[in-house]
């Protein structure tokens, strides 16, 4: 079974770069038909979508976010990683990875991390 | 201001039926993109519950159910227990822009 660990700062000064990894236990990141992505949680809300990698590189991103994101994989590590750039409090959230399973059929989020509060302040 | 759209919040007395429904656009479901649905326990991290608008995962229990017609999906819980009590999430993808995957606001399901 598949299993996901996020990693980084648990604290980021505004106006600098969040960074955080991903590790993938238990299957090859470079194997089967799998979109890396990651997803972040305010306190007390919603789930927002962040951005997505395909271990060719091919990446998409929300368009509110997409000025100040980059993900990347190391397939060598069996990781992948977020930068998100010039943070402030709102960026503030637990974010979390995931393995993105593409059936053929249907897309879909099949596993996630269990998440890491990431915290933006001075 | 999430894309699609869920209520806030849902209720039922155990043994009950509920349902949440998720409505969105031209741009995403109503263009016929799939929709599936997550649960989130307290503390927890997000949880497959059906994919593929009506497809229940191994291990999920089929008082689960889901739908989607036009513009909108919805979940149904039917035999209510207070082990569901949790947040809901649906999920689609939007063809606006390149396109992205897009998430409801969630519905927080009290069990009574």
Redesign the interface.
Known sequence: QVQLQESGPGLVNPSQTLSLTCTVSGGSISSGNYYWSWIRQPAGKGLEYIGRIYTSGSTNYNPSLKSRVTISVDTSKNQFSLKLSSVTAADTAVYYCARVCDSGDYVYFEHWGQGTLVTVSS | Q?VLTQPPSVSGAPGQRVTISCTGSSSNIGAGF?V?W?QQLPG?????LI??NS?RPSGVPDRFSGSKSGTSASLAITGLQAEDEADY?C?S?DS???????????TKLTVL
């Open positions: 999430s799939d599936h997550y927890t991290a997000p949880k497959l994919f593929g497809n999430y999920q993808y606006r822009l390149s396109g992205f995957w897009v998430f409801g606001g969630g």
